[in-house]
């Protein structure tokens, strides 16, 4: 069964904590990405990866860090330092560009993770 | 400027109606789009891609007008299982951007 896992489904952490978020998938993607989606609001970027060992900051990366060692894998922390991080996080994942059948594979999203800072 | 921007809705919309929604892009080089659905509380699922050509999947028309720089999705014989939010996107430079969302309502 092919599709991208993220886990834990709901978390919950008390100031000053680090939490780090999990995101696999088995779908042989080159490229992943994380999301924040706040309510009402649209997906902002925080960091993305088109290939092991190598991620790039999105749009909102201040507070946030990942890290890209497996294909599969591309977990993701939330510091201390993110002030305001109550948010619904999505992971995604996609074909690197230029490999796909168009310009770049669709974009799949996993089922998120609802972070609540306590 | 935003890189896409769509109307937020909500719609609200009889079953049976044939309803559309537009998005704007900024950035003539874009390279692919696509429609999303979001339920409440749920991921982005993938509605459809949008083809220069325009396509067609049962109730739904995905059209691409790159001169105006606008993606348009037309659902056609509404049911109350459309309701939800549908989000624009596409692919430029190594990178997804996301509309905010256009919120519709059917109605019974």
Same mark, same amino acid.
């Given at each position: 069964d092919g599709g991208i896992t993220q886990?834990?489904?709901? %978390? #919950?952490?008390?100031?000053?904590?680090?939490?780090? %978020?999990s995101c696999e998938q088995n779908l042989n993607h080159d490229a992943m990405y994380w999301y924040r989606q706040d309510p009402?609001?649209? /997906?902002? /970027?925080?960091?993305?990866?088109q290939i092991v060992n190598d991620f790039q900051k999105g749009d909102i990366a201040e507070? =946030?860090?990942?890290?890209?060692e497996k294909k599969e894998s591309f977990p993701l922390t939330v510091t201390s330092a993110q002030k305001n991080p109550t948010a619904f996080y999505l992971c995604a994942s996609? @074909?690197?560009?230029? @490999?796909?059948?168009? #310009?770049?594979?669709?974009? =799949? #999203?996993?089922?998120?993770?609802? %972070?609540?800072? %306590? | 400027r935003k890189e896409v921007e769509q109307d937020p !809705? $909500?719609?609200?919309? $009889?079953? !049976?109606?044939?309803?559309?929604?537009n998005c704007t892009y900024s950035n003539s080089a874009s390279q692919s789009f696509f429609w999303y659905r979001q339920d409440c509380r749920k991921e982005p699922k993938l509605l459809m891609s949008v083809y220069s050509s325009g396509n067609?999947? !049962?109730r739904f028309t995905a059209q691409l007008n790159r001169a105006s720089q606008y993606i348009s999705l037309l659902i056609r014989d &509404?049911?109350? &299982?459309? &309701?939800?939010?549908?989000?624009?996107?596409?692919?430029?430079f190594n990178k997804f951007y996301f509309g905010s969302g256009t919120k519709l309502n059917v109605k019974p």
């Open positions: 886990s834990p489904k709901y %978390l #919950f952490r008390k100031e000053g904590q680090n939490v780090t %978020l009402g609001q649209g /997906l902002r /970027l925080i960091y993305y990866s507070g =946030y860090s990942v890290s890209r996609s @074909t690197r560009p230029g @490999t796909g059948t168009h #310009f770049t594979d669709t974009q =799949y #999203f996993g089922p998120g993770t609802r %972070l609540t800072v %306590l | !809705g $909500p719609f609200n919309v $009889p079953e !049976g109606a044939t309803v559309a929604f067609e999947d !049962g &509404s049911k109350l &299982s459309d &309701s939800a939010t549908y989000l624009c996107a596409l692919y430029n």
